[in-house]
């Protein structure tokens, strides 16, 4: 059983940053692949990035490319989402996952975050 905890969301102006962090519970956090969604209200949730167990391969969806860097510290059970130039489009609930299979599908991951918002405003 994996425990998922998310902190750093908030209010920032479009144009701003942030920088997400999930901490992970239990002592096999490096065994999982990682990943981050969002979901805007009223939409379903989405793929945002994913990262490798070792932390060597990441991908991302393409509205995000170039402006957000998924990144994981094993040694702290941590995975974080550093989010760059913010658009009012990235608004919404952003969760972290793990998971046995690098994927951007929601059904290969395990485990859940609760959730943290994010809300861009223009």
């Known amino acids: 059983q994996v425990q998922l905890i998310e902190s750093g969301g908030g209010l920032v102006q479009a144009g701003g940053s942030l920088r997400l962090s999930c901490v992970a519970s239990g002592r096999t956090f490096s065994r999982y692949v990682m990943g981050w969604f969002r979901q805007a209200p009223g939409k379903e949730r989405k793929f945002v990035a994913a990262i490798s167990r070792s932390g060597g391969d990441t991908f991302y969806v393409d509205s995000v490319k170039g402006r957000f860097t998924i990144s994981r510290d094993n040694a702290k059970n941590t995975v974080y989402l550093q989010m760059n130039s913010l658009e009012p489009e990235d608004t919404g609930v952003y969760y972290c996952?793990?998971?046995?299979?690098?994927?951007?599908?929601?059904?290969?991951?395990?485990?859940w975050g609760q959730g943290i918002q994010v809300t861009v405003s223009s």
């Open positions: 996952a793990a998971g046995p299979t690098y994927s951007g599908v929601a059904g290969s991951y395990d485990y």
